[in-house]
């Protein structure tokens, strides 16, 4: 990395050609933004370099950059750029370069900005912010797709959510559904992630936030598949090239990590990496089956110990599959009942104040509210579908009693918004469909979610 000064004038000099553009697959995303760096994420044609230039707001005379080569050989080439020694509470603008050609049709105007974090710690109150959220992203492509009407919706949900002011968004899973064309070879997964990501009508969004990624099933693998997918290592590989989370896991296994921001812990779950087998027995001689696993013991004693570290206001575990719905019929956690209750028993025993859940999968959204005996109850907030299709409810969940509100047969996203003084700090969440028009809304304080003091 190195100033530009004079050089970097003579590069944005250089005439636009379609050509430099059609190197460009698609990006800019903006990554994780902290006090002093930030990720930038681009994919460009195999075999071009592409640079990152950026500079404080206003300030281009003095940018630096960051540049990488891809090589012919690859198959597709996403690339992360990591901007370094950054200022705190800064507004920084950048713009791509790929083959040293400015890609913005007007090369004297940035293609995206950012803002560093502010260091409010032991200096302020905590920051009021939003972040948005959602899950099941299908993009039709109807050369592989099963017959008959298309199962991805309205993509320009996608503008919406871009117009959208908030910090970051946080994908919950199923961000792309591998097909039967996908699913069984390496190539076949890292071109799916390609297609879907390259379409044009989210192009404003990556660069619009923050993004942060978990799988589900569909964008891990086959429908419904766990810990025995033959290329769950590829899977990964996939999934990491095309998102650019904080960290993946710890020992090389998984895709866990979390978020800070401000007074919010957000702590990003796999229910994949490790998961049992769904068909494996709930209980062995009457007692919960210890060896069905959804999250596994490494990653359950990661959060544990995470939790309890947690000074955060708000603890939000996220996770592809429902955790507390008691009447679902499909995916919940519920359904590897050792694990369900080990962590029950846990938060109420460390009396773990501030703790929610966040979940997709489920081609609806909704609140689900669980009661607990002596201390607060337990909320679960299911975001779905971005694009993917909704289905009509039947059976036990169609008059839930544990739902506090619910968005149905409609694609809609989620808003988080934190905000307030010291000890009245209010989580406020919003749905919203596919043209930004408010769906639904629900709230709740700080102190609604502590263990009572007796």
């Known amino acids: 990395m190195r100033k530009l000064h004079f050089y970097f004038s003579l590069l944005l000099i250089v005439c636009f050609t379609a050509s430099s553009r059609a190197q460009l697959i698609s ?14 994420w681009v994919e460009v044609k195999p075999g071009s370099s ?37 200022e705190v509470n800064t507004v920084y603008e950048y713009q791509v370069l790929v083959n040293n050609k400015v890609i913005a049709m007007n090369k004297f105007k940035a293609d995206g900005t950012f803002s560093t974090k502010d260091l409010w710690q032991w200096r302020k109150p905590a920051p009021d912010f939003s972040f948005l959220t959602g899950s099941c992203a299908y993009i039709n492509e109807p050369s592989v797709d099963r017959p008959g009407k298309p199962y991805g919706g309205d993509s320009s949900i996608f503008e919406s959510m871009a117009k959208e002011k908030a910090a970051f968004m946080v994908w919950l899973g199923d961000e792309w559904y591998t097909r039967e064309v996908d699913y069984f070879d390496e190539w076949g997964l890292w071109n799916r992630a390609h297609h879907d990501r ?11 936030m923050s993004h942060y990624a978990i799988w589900d099933d569909h964008d891990f693998g086959p429908n419904d598949i766990g810990g025995n997918y033959i290329l769950k290592d590829a899977s990964k590989k996939v999934f990491t090239n095309y998102w650019c989370n904080t960290s993946w896991g710890m020992n090389g296994q998984g895709i866990y990590s979390m978020i800070s921001y401000g007074d919010v812990d957000v702590f990003l779950m796999d229910d994949r990496w490790f998961r049992s087998a769904d068909e494996t027995k709930d209980s062995v001689n009457g007692k919960p089956n210890t060896d069905k696993h959804m999250w596994g013991k490494e990653q359950m004693e990661w959060l544990k110990n995470s939790l309890l570290y ?75 579908p971005l694009t993917s299709g909704t289905h009509v409810f039947g059976g036990v969940e169609k008059n839930n009693p544990y739902r506090e509100l619910g968005i149905d047969q409609k694609q809609n996203y989620t808003k988080f918004t934190f905000n307030g003084a010291r000890n ?9 469909g596919v043209k930004g028009d408010k769906l639904g809304e629900w709230s709740v304080n700080e102190n609604e979610l502590k263990t009572a003091v007796k």
């Open 27 to 40: 990006g800019p995303m903006l990554g994780p933004v902290e006090y002093r760096t930030a990720k930038i």
């Open 50 to 86: 592409a640079t990152i230039a950026y500079w404080k707001k206003g300030d281009m005379l003095h940018a630096r950059m960051v540049n990488k080569t891809s090589s012919a050989n690859d198959w597709f080439s996403p690339m992360i750029f990591d901007l370094v020694d950054l």
């Open 198 to 208: 390259k379409i044009p009508v989210i192009q404003n969004f990556l660069k619009s």
């Open 310 to 384: 947690s000074k955060a206001t708000f603890k939000i575990i996220a996770t592809g599959s429902q955790v507390l719905n008691p009447v679902s019929p499909f995916d919940r956690m519920l359904d590897f009942p050792a694990e369900y209750y080990d962590l029950m028993n846990f938060l109420k025993e460390n009396a773990v104040d501030g703790v929610l859940f966040l979940t997709g999968d489920r081609h609806h959204s909704e609140i689900i509210k669980v009661k607990r005996e002596g201390t607060y109850p337990l909320i679960d907030v299911t975001s779905s």
């Open 424 to 432: 009245q700090r209010k989580l406020t969440v919003e749905f919203f």
